[in-house]
């Protein structure tokens, strides 16, 4: 082999090679669930992902042992690796499946040209809408028994609460059977992928940071049982 097609084939491989096989990091959807919550809840960690505004001071406070900072903040276009898989799939299900018409188009082709741009199928719709029909379902019983509650007082009022309630609670299990279904449908590390590149750069998540958070997520993930 010449000098010159060496040199140019190197340049070929160094183009192709994604951001992280270049920086020698594991991509951010082959990390385990006990990497994503170790690294995520490390206070000092938790403390330099604080939103720009209004943070410089809570970063300079010092932390005691084993105190974590009162907010758990993460941004998944800067952190993906830090979410977990149900976050992820809760958030596209909510916002691929809205019931605002606008919401929903402007978000799929959003993912749509993401998932072109990384090389994954695009039109994944029918099958998680397929997988997802349980929940999705009662998503929309939940949202009209919500939109009769202004205005509605005392038993009334209760009595659509408690039917909110009873629809809410097998609602973690659904996503969680919904999420292994579309895993199984379009393939585990494709679908995984599709999480990590294709949906987490328009997902942000802000919650309470403590010692019980690991345990949230966790439950969430194993579909809380």
Known sequence: MNLGLGLWLLILVSASASPTQQDGKKPSWEWSLDERVTARLNPTNMRARLRPSGAQALRQMPLQEGQYPTTDYVDGSR??????????FNSLLARAFSQNPQ???????????RARAAGLR????????????????????????GARLPGT???????????????????????????????????TSSFNRYLYEVVAPSVTVTSVGDKER????????????
Do not use: M
């Open 103 to 113: 919401t929903q188009s402007v978000y799929r082709e959003t993912l749509e040209t």
């Open 214 to 225: 690991q345990s949230h997520l966790l439950f969430a993930e194993g579909g809380c049982q």
């Open 122 to 145: 695009p039109d994944i719709w029918s099958t998680v809408e397929s997988c997802a029909t349980s929940f999705l379902q009662a998503k929309r019983e939940e949202a009209e028994l």
């Open 153 to 187: 007082l005392g038993l009334q009022k209760q009595a659509l609460l408690d039917q909110i309630a009873q629809i809410q609670e097998p609602q973690c299990g659904r996503r969680a059977a919904a999420l292994a279904c579309a895993r199984a449908a379009l393939g």
């Open 79 to 88: 952190n993906p690796e830090l979410l977990l898989p149900w976050e992820l």
